[in-house]
């Protein structure tokens, strides 16, 4: 059993330490426990931040209702899916979700995941701006048509 047990927590950490996903493990005092190397690349959030009350970094994550939505995750216990733009214009879409005990079926947490998701803002800017030209060439076409 307890080789399992450390095998498990040797997984975990190995998973933590190399995801290249932005992910922050809080508790239920909105304390920050665990985070993956990606938040400091992504957040300028390191390992100091472990141990620290959310609210601390919330200006770095800034959105509206950030805290309020980790605490309604934390009483509803249903995951919560958000598209978020920070104050840089970098856009995620942010899952919250709750983290629960094996034993006790009781949460202990929720996990916070940010994908970025700058290339389908980045297209849809530059579609816009396609639209937008080409609509401009139509109507050049049609005074064009109409003078002759």
């Given at each position: 059993?307890?080789?399992?047990?450390s095998l498990g927590n040797r997984i975990l950490s190995q998973y933590f330490e190399n995801s290249i996903i932005p992910q922050l493990f809080v508790d239920v005092n909105l304390f920050i426990r665990e985070l993956t190397p990606a938040t400091e690349e992504h957040f300028r959030l390191n390992r100091d931040c472990i141990g620290h009350k959310l609210h601390s970094i919330k200006n770095k994550l800034c959105h509206k209702a950030f805290v309020e939505n980790v605490r309604?995750?934390?009483i509803t216990?249903?995951?919560v899916h958000k598209e978020i733009q920070l104050s840089d214009g970098r856009l995620y879409q942010l899952c919250i979700q709750p983290y629960f005990t094996d034993y006790e079926e009781?949460?202990?947490?929720?996990?916070?995941?940010?994908?970025q998701i700058k290339e389908s803002f980045t297209l849809e800017k530059e579609n816009k701006e396609l639209r937008l030209e080409n609509q401009k060439l139509k109507?050049?076409?049609i005074r064009e048509l109409n003078i002759s």
């Open positions: 059993m307890q080789s399992d047990l309604g995750v934390l216990e249903r995951v009781e949460i202990d947490g929720v996990i916070l995941t940010y994908l109507d050049l076409l």
